[in-house]
């Protein structure tokens, strides 16, 4: 063919004619896609249905597999399906079939499944020629009325027969049991929901038309799956209903019991909607194999015809809770249900909101009552026509009689008939029709009772078709009455609480001993990693450090705390407890510089834990030089992970303590020189963040401030401590109460021997204190067992050292009671503490948060 012709003649005679590549392929793909679209993938707005789905139920009820007739095979009912209405292949009619018949996937079946349709275990159903089916009561008012013309009709795929273009539908179907599909380049997904909030959100629409959004929410306040579950949060839910889109996360249902042996058990009795519960096992299975859900011993399925029961055995050590979180966060468990309300409008896909939804129904219903109206009209208008005909003969029997006798055959007196008494041909067949038993005067009687009640209906009919407002009043009612039949109960559990998991959720609360060293190293441990000795005993090693290094700090706070950082240039740090990574006991732990932007230059003085401060809640500072300052918590609630000023210093100063005060607090400071000054906290007035303070005490050449305490009462000690282990206990009330900003007295006497004052702590019967020594040694002591002793004396031995270590901090715990304790540890498996099993127990390497659910709890201690 010559490049410049368009047009030639093939071998067998046809034409051939030249098309850019192109613009076949554009216009072959969109017929295909449009195909796709219109014929296959989405419902109607209309009825609910795919094309597949509304020949399934239209040809079982042409064949009569109703529900008041037994169920017929699938195969047969498949096999009607393909060859009179969809020519596609059998397994997807079958399929389309078997889900109208899942209970667990339509919120109300159309289908009656009689055998094997399957399981939420994800089982498929068995082969069609093994199941049966029958349409439910619940389809046939899809059907209701699709014999009196209600809907247009359409010829079959090869034009033999005909079909409805969409189904009556007497109820909100596309809303009731959803719909899903993909097509070409859209996707369709609408959640189900519950007949009777959709029926009275249509009532309140015909209403009121002009109804917000909101306001249909409320009578439709969000999908009911057919599976249950909790639906988490609102917003997504008003976000599809208002645009169209939105993304629903629903949660499984589940409770936590407790068995006679003490151990909890996690108990789901729902599962999110369109999700494999087998499937789901195996990954529970496989997460706790890979360990990346810990706490888990043994999951087991209970469910039976009475409902669904998965059971997860949740190990002694483990918090029921976190593991439930861990669940939650890990598995289909949780799950986004995206939704996505796409329809065809006029054959047209289009993005509805709910109040488009509504609104296409009922104007479909009003199409469908106004043609059934006109139907009903007609045939009652036609009856009465052949009544009054009848009741013209009955009144001229006898001529009638005379007529027909005298005419030649039927075509004679129907026109003989039809002239002498004005008859209509329909008029005059009845009569040649009727029957001499017709002749009775009670025959009579029924003919003109019938007539009489026609013309009522006639009337009725005229005026609702003349009346908009009647005809929305027979739709409410109608619809009403499929409500009192079909509608049940909300399963799906709708919650207002936030959809995000936080990461505290998948972390166990408990109480955590946080050390920092001198040169910026910090790390966390359980506190019963630490056992508790007598006093005088020798410790045991704590964490393993350099030379040049030592442990300077040591505080206890629960993993779901804030920990304030104060640094010595008076900047102030914030982060969680639990972001500290967990080390083992020998472990020198993270550099600081890794979790909070501290300069070289700059240490971590003291740390403040809590989760949140009130307007009442206030902090003293003190400094290296004696400058105090009292300053609101809430000053630094808000304070950024890159820092911010906590305190201006003078030029060598530096931040050394910063503690809680209440009103009436006295405050209690410590000096290198083994002298201590109490004052009123009301000495020093609130000043705000970014200040210098005031004097708090008056210090010597080559002295400095070693630490402050804070005394709530008169009553209790104060525990002072030595460089070489030596110390002692005094009572508070032999500290007499100066004004702020003077020298103080002496609290202990400094000897060579004893070594230098390096702590001191307030405590009482009830508490424990933790020493910790310059080569990394931990003992932990009962206050009780150091001894009273008066003010100015040298004090006893508390924590043997060898020469060349010395103590550098001091922490103060709360320790329970005996009875607490063993009534805690009873049955718990037992840790040797003495060696090497707690280092693998708390050693979570990089992976904190999968291993922080492992809760191991012993002694429980937390900082007062």
Not at 17 to 40: C, D, G, T, W
Request: aromatic share 6%.
């Amino acid at each position: 063919m010559a490049n410049d012709e368009t047009t030639s003649l093939d071998i067998h005679g046809g034409n051939l004619e030249a098309v850019e590549l192109n613009h076949e392929m554009r216009a072959s793909f969109l017929e295909y896609s449009m195909s796709v679209i219109v014929s296959r993938a989405l419902p109607d707005v209309r009825d609910g249905l795919k094309p597949v789905h509304r020949r399934i139920l239209y040809a079982m009820n042409e064949s009569g597999i109703t529900p008041t007739r037994p169920h017929k095979k699938s195969a047969w009912t498949v096999g009607e399906v393909i060859g009179k209405y969809h020519p596609h292949g059998d397994t997807a009619v079958y399929d389309s079939m078997v889900r109208l018949a899942q209970e667990f996937s339509m919120r109300l079946p159309l289908v009656d499944g009689h055998g094997n349709f399957g399981s939420v275990d994800g089982d498929p159903a068995a082969a069609m020629r093994y199941t049966e089916s029958r349409l439910t009561k619940a389809a046939m008012e899809l059907l209701r009325d699709l014999d009196k013309d209600t809907v247009d009709w359409q010829p079959n795929y090869d034009e033999s027969l005909q079909e409805p273009k969409v189904l009556p539908s007497r109820f909100p179907n596309l809303l009731v049991n959803g719909s899903s599909g993909i097509a070409v380049g859209m996707a369709t997904n609408i959640p189900p929901h519950n007949l009777g909030e959709v029926v009275d959100g249509v009532c309140a629409m015909i209403d009121n038309p002009e109804i917000t959004d909101d306001e249909l929410i409320e009578y439709i306040p969000g999908p009911d799956f057919p599976t249950g579950a909790v639906i988490m949060g609102t917003d997504g839910i008003k976000k599809a209903y208002k645009t169209g889109k939105g993304s629903i996360i629903v949660r499984a249902k589940a409770h936590i019991e407790q068995t006679s042996t003490g151990k909890a058990r996690i108990i789901f009795t729902e599962i999110p909607y369109q999700v494999n519960k087998g499937k789901l096992q195996e990954k529970i299975a496989q997460l706790v194999n890979e360990k990346r859900i810990e706490g888990i011993s043994d999951l087991r399925d209970e469910s039976d015809r009475k409902g669904m029961r998965l059971v997860i055995e949740v190990k002694r050590d483990a918090i029921p809770q976190v593991v439930l979180n861990n669940l939650y966060k890990h598995t289909q468990l949780q799950s986004t249900f995206g939704v996505i309300n796409l329809a065809l409008v006029d054959n047209a896909p289009k993005l509805l909101t709910l109040k488009e939804m509504i609104y296409y129904y009922i104007e479909h219903q009003r199409e469908i009552i106004v043609r059934r109206t006109q139907y009903d009209l007609a045939k009652a208008e036609e009856r009465a026509h052949i009544l009054r005909g009848l009741l013209i003969a009955l009144d001229n029997i006898d001529e009638v009689i005379h007529i027909i006798r005298d005419s030649q055959d039927d075509k004679e007196a129907r026109e003989r008939l039809m002239e002498r008494f004005k008859l209509s041909e329909a008029q005059t067949n009845a009569i040649l029709e009727m029957r001499l038993r017709r002749l009775t005067g009670l025959e009579r009687g029924k003919i003109e009772t019938e007539l009489a009640e026609l013309e009522e209906k006639i009337a009725y009919f005229k005026e609702l078709l003349a009346n908009p407002h009647l005809i929305d009043g027979v739709i409410k009612d109608e619809i009403t009455e499929i409500k009192e039949k079909f509608a049940d109960k909300r399963r799906t559990e709708i919650s207002k609480a936030a959809v995000d998991i936080d990461v505290e959720d998948l972390i166990a609360e408990e109480d955590m001993v946080v050390t920092l060293t001198q040169t910026g190293y910090v790390k966390r441990l359980p506190v019963a990693t630490y056992r508790q000795q007598k006093r005088g005993g020798k410790g045991k090693q704590g964490l393993s450090l350099k030379d040049d290094d030592f442990v300077e700090n040591l505080y206890v706070a629960s993993t779901h705390d804030f920990i304030f950082f104060f640094t010595t240039k008076g900047k102030v740090y914030r982060i969680k407890v639990h972001e500290i990574p967990v080390g083992s006991r020998q472990a020198r732990g993270t550099a600081a510089i890794n979790l909070i932007p501290i300069e070289q230059d700059e240490r971590i003085a003291a740390a403040i834990t809590g989760k949140e401060a009130d307007d009442d809640d206030f902090l003293m500072f003190a400094t290296k030089q004696g400058m105090v300052k009292k300053t609101k918590l809430s000053e630094y609630v808000k304070s950024r992970r890159d820092g911010i000023i906590a305190i201006k210093l003078k030029e060598d100063d530096e931040l050394i303590a910063v503690r809680k005060v209440q009103e009436n607090d006295k405050i209690m400071l410590v000096s290198s020189a083994g002298k201590l000054i109490t004052w009123d906290e009301s000495d020093a007035r609130p000043m705000g963040r970014d200040t210098q303070g005031v004097k708090g005490m008056t210090l010597k050449v080559g002295q400095s401030v070693l630490g402050m305490e804070i005394a709530h009462t008169d009553k209790g000690d104060l525990f002072v401590i030595t460089s070489k282990g030596y110390g002692k206990r005094t009572p508070i009330s032999e500290y007499p109460v100066q004004k702020r900003g003077g020298q103080g007295i002496f609290t202990i006497s400094i000897t060579e021997k004893k070594g230098e004052l390096v702590g001191m702590k307030i405590v009482g019967p009830q508490h424990e204190l933790m020493i910790i020594s310059e080569e990394g040694i931990v003992i932990r002591v009962k206050a009780a067992d150091a001894p009273q002793l008066g003010r100015s004396t040298q004090g006893v031995k508390i924590m043997n050292l060898d020469d060349d270590d010395k103590v550098t901090a001091l922490t103060r715990l709360v320790a329970k009671s005996p009875k607490e304790k063993s009534k805690e540890l009873e049955g718990q498996e037992s840790l040797d503490l003495s060696d090497g099993n707690v280092n693998e127990a708390v050693d979570l390497g990089e992976d904190a948060e999968e291993a922080l659910a492992e809760n191991l709890l012993s002694d429980d201690f937390s900082e007062e």
